[in-house]
């Protein structure tokens, strides 16, 4: 999808409760997304979490990660195990399922009363333990070796491959059906072959029992 | 994709109201939250989206070129779902039919 101007707009008019910060300049000096613009390559993301990361743990990971050109799967690991650890710490009793891909995927609990309490606590965890960095850069070496800068390629090259959408489906009407209350039907979400393909791009989606038996 | 399939995905979603109604219900009940939690460094380069409602819930984030991270998250009804972390953008949502507990939440890292 191209960011246009009037993306922008729309994006500011629509994030209630907080807001969409990011100047136009900014925006318009960037590769038009959609496009199959590519990320920097990926030892220059690990350079650049290096120089912001926040432990020894963690600078030494993408140290190696530097030298040998890719995050091995051992310290994908020991970094989720570290989160964990600190989640379990704090009070919280998330689970946690591996993907095909290695990655873990992470379940709230489901008696939380503050939600952003945990949330926040989420996200300390992450990045005082190293997991924010490392399982994104993980994520871009499994998933997204073509390096591309709209993820949502990613979703829509399998979603193609699949056979789940037609050849001329696009990241605008990915964004769409996602955002919307998906009545259009694009293709069913909750294929396991569509989940891979959605996760594989930093796509979530989960739709529960009463949603799935018609009812609510 | 076969007809059956958005068929199916059509009869079971076919009953919801349309967005402006959704929007209405934007309110009451759950919440939302995101960029409170972003730096002021990350929030000149990041962007967020999200909605939650009786509805369903959907969280978006975008760190643009930044070298930041971001992790979505979305609960409804008796659904929740992370994202994780991802590289620039990463999104969640949660669907469990028509639900007063709800909220959408976008985390920056």
Redesign the interface.
Known sequence: MKVTRAL?VA??V??????????ES??EA?PPQGSGAQ??PLVD?FR??RA?AKSDFERSVLDRAIATGKIAPADYEEAFSRYRQCIEDAGYQETYTKLPNG??????P?DVAD??AY??T??TC??DRG???I???Y??QIDNPDLL????LVAVRCLVKA????TDYTADKLTTF??????S?????M?PEAQKCLTA???????????????? | ?STA???????????????AL?TAG?VAGG???????ASPAQ?????????ASI??S?A?A?T??C?Y?S?????????????????????????????LSY?A?????
């Not at chain 2, 929030?43 to 909605?51: G, K, L, Q, T």
Request: net charge neutral; hydrophobic share 40%; proline share 3%.
């Open positions: 922008v994006l500011a629509l994030a209630f409760g907080g807001s969409a910060c990011a100047s900014t925006r960037l990320m920097k993301q650049d979490g912001q990655i873990y995927r992470v379940t709230a489901s939600q952003d949330g926040n989420v996200r992450a990045i997991l924010a960095s399982e994104a850069l994520r871009t800068a709209d993820p949502r056979g789940l959408v037609p996602l955002r919307g209350d998906m009545s039907a694009d293709f069913d979400p294929k791009a930093g796509i979530a989606v989960q739709i529960g029992p009463s949603e799935r038996k018609g009812g609510g | 994709m399939q958005t068929n199916g995905l059509a009869a079971r979603l076919s009953r919801r109201a349309g967005t959704a934007l919440t939302v939250a995101g960029l409170a939690v929030a000149a380069c990041a962007s967020d989206y999200r909605y509805y369903y959907y978006e975008h643009e070129d070298s991270w992790n979505s998250y979305a609960h409804h009804g008796g659904v929740s779902i992370w994202s994780g972390w991802y590289s620039g953008w990463s999104w969640a949502r949660a669907d469990d039919g028509l639900a909220s939440a976008n985390y920056f890292s």
